[in-house]
């Protein structure tokens, strides 16, 4: 199957800082990129779907203006959390679908806000 | 909102037993997945069944979609303790094809 590359795996940081992290689709070019976040023991909650060169769509309840998501290339997504607090720790995952059905998975970043 | 509950949510078994896990939901989906998830990694898809009464067979794992493809389910034969770990069904559906992830079937195989 395609290759996707999430970067990096895990990260921890300072209330109040900002992290960034990446989702590359490695060989394909991926339309259409999918954000999701999973607390310990529970499954994936889709954040945002984004399509490059557009407005990432989010879903309900999830801050836009705290999870900023940028998808300028066919190759490449990131999500930024913004003023990061403890409560914004979780294991986020990334996943992206080129022109077929199939979205694979990176293999997710663990943000620990400290 | 598109709702996929699993049952059971929990599972240990031994080595050699058989299992069946659940994936149901009110909502049609066009197609529905089965993924398996590694602590600290990102899900491995399965299968994907699309035909209301689809089986696939993968292995040891047989997968059916139900006849409204509403549901669907995952039968183990003769586990292995290398079929522990989270095992997730997603609904496939929407404009974007967005994924619905079910509530998660975690899964344990000791010797």
């Known amino acids: 199957g395609a290759v996707v590359s999430q970067h990096p795996s895990r990260v921890i940081c300072k209330s109040g800082t900002s992290v960034k992290i990446e989702c590359r689709s490695l060989?394909?070019?991926?339309?259409?990129m999918f954000w999701y976040r999973q607390f310990p023991k529970q499954s994936l909650m889709l954040m945002a779907t984004?399509?490059?060169?557009?407005?990432?769509?989010?879903e309900q309840g999830v801050e836009k203006d705290k999870f900023l998501i940028n998808h300028a290339s066919l190759t490449l997504s990131t999500l930024t959390v913004t003023s990061a607090h403890p409560e914004d720790s979780s294991f986020y995952i990334c996943s992206a679908r080129g022109g077929w059905a199939e979205a694979f998975f990176g293999q997710g970043t663990r943000l620990t806000v400290v | 909102t598109q709702l996929l509950e699993q049952s059971p949510q929990f599972l240990s078994i031994q080595e050699g037993e058989n299992l069946t896990v659940y994936c149901n939901s009110s909502s049609v989906f066009s197609s529905l997945q089965w993924y398996r998830q590694e602590p600290g990694e990102g899900p491995v898809l399965l299968v994907t069944v699309v035909t209301g009464g689809e089986v696939k067979k993968l292995k040891r794992l047989t997968f059916q979609f139900g006849d409204a493809r509403k549901d669907s389910s995952l039968h183990i034969t003769a586990a292995q303790p290398g079929d522990t770990g989270l095992y997730l069904c997603a609904g496939v559906g929407g404009t974007a094809s967005k994924l619905t992830f079910g509530t998660g079937t975690r899964l344990q195989v000791t010797l």
């Open positions: 984004s399509n490059e060169g557009s407005k990432a769509t989010y």
């Open positions: 060989d394909f070019q991926a339309t259409t």
